[in-house]
């Protein structure tokens, strides 16, 4: 099972910009996505990234705005969020899928296996 931690979450006024940070503690996955759950609703996909060669999947709330990435020697993926929106506020969890898992979509919580413990990300004037 890997460990997940996720870092960068913060209060931050509309329009700013946060970058979450990600390290996982060991291999093998085959994708890392961020979600994020806000009180009183589902959890949902913000943005994934396939290890191999970078791809990126993106929710449509997170296009234009979000930049998923990685660093693989460091076994780390980033979420860069531009033009933060009250909307945003959430806590925002990173996940490695299986390699097992890999007919469900990026999007799906169910390819997903190990998650982090969750970082709060506040966007209030």
């Known amino acids: 099972q890997l460990q997940l931690v996720e870092s960068g979450g913060g209060l931050v006024q509309p329009g700013a910009s946060l970058r979450l940070s990600c390290v996982a503690s060991g291999y093998p996955f085959s994708a890392m996505g961020w979600f994020r759950q806000s009180p009183g609703k589902d959890r949902e996909f913000v943005a994934a990234?396939?290890?191999?060669?970078?791809?990126?999947y993106y929710a449509d709330s997170a296009k234009g705005r979000f930049t998923c990435s990685s660093d693989n020697a460091k076994n780390t993926v980033y979420l860069q969020m531009n033009s933060l929106k009250p909307e945003d506020t959430a806590v925002y969890y990173c996940a490695a899928d299986a390699f097992y898992k890999q007919h469900y979509s990026y999007s799906a919580l169910e390819r997903y296996v190990d998650w982090g413990q969750g970082t709060q990300v506040t966007v209030s004037s």
């Open positions: 990234i396939r290890w191999s060669d970078g791809n990126t």
